[in-house]
């Protein structure tokens, strides 16, 4: 049975039909409010063209975490149950005649835009974010268009410019990652860090490991990377293991790693200085070479 990465790198886009939608989002429970927009044969042509170079740019494919990251050839793979994509897919399903834009202010401060390429009943949905709102002429990057009498159309002009690649690709059930932040912002994913994050911090097994949790918290902030981590650590869970703590200190202080600990209440005393190594010891980022018994840490780790 074919796979639906395999699907995707087979889709024939040359003879699909494309349908533009711009997203903005909404705080009714849609999450999102969608209007198709009517583009002309000549920006189709360049929509097909541009997504066809993409897909076969990417050749590979791993398994979305919160801190993998893409290359040049690469994508990530997850669900879309796990994102809001459901939400956006359901409003841009709706029939294109009823929702079609017919002002140009329906376009400005678009969240995004989303191309469903048609062919034979399958369908590709290209997502793409608006970096701020719609980008003006950058003739290699983009392609620059204009609205008018209802149609948007590929013309050498300033009015508004779809960048030539997309942040993500969905079919079936599977949705490809080609850019992870883009992905991460339309989806906003952010937000799911910081709310695991939350919870993280009011679970006892977790806070209960520092003598006092605010420094870790005060290191965190809202960075987006720290947030990412912090879910991992989560998701691994390795600080709920019985004898955590005392093979910590072990291994502190074989390594001289200069993380502190309160001999009385047996707990980590976090400080600006070691936050770093703390939470790349919680990842299980800090690693060991068998080589030449070099320490390191790694931005992520799959196990061999």
Known sequence: MMTDFQSLKLFD?????????????SNSEARFRTFYVQTESGLNTQLKNFIATEIERITE??????????????????????TDFPQLKALVDRLEIEHRITDVKDLKGAKGYV?????????????????????????????????????????EDNSFAIEKNFDFYVLNSTIFIANKRGFESAMQHRVAYAQAFEHLRQTPAFSGLFSDINPIIEYVGTNSIHLRRMAVIEEKGIYSRPDF????????ATRNWGINFDPINNTIIPCESTASTIINVLLDHRLMSEIIDNIYDVPDATQV
């Open 13 to 25: 886009f040359e003879n699909s039909t494309p349908h533009l939608w711009v997203f903005k989002d």
């Open 61 to 82: 494919h791993t398994p979305y975490t919160y801190i993998s990251q893409t290359n040049e050839s690469s994508c990530l793979t997850t669900e879309p149950a796990s």
């Open 115 to 155: 191309v469903k390429f048609i062919l034979n009943g399958t369908t590709v949905y290209a997502v793409k974010r608006s970096t701020s709102t719609w980008k003006t002429s950058y003739p290699k990057k983009y392609i620059n268009m204009i609205f008018s009498n209802g149609e948007l159309s590929g013309v």
């Open 245 to 252: 703590i005392s093979t910590l200190q072990r291994v502190n």
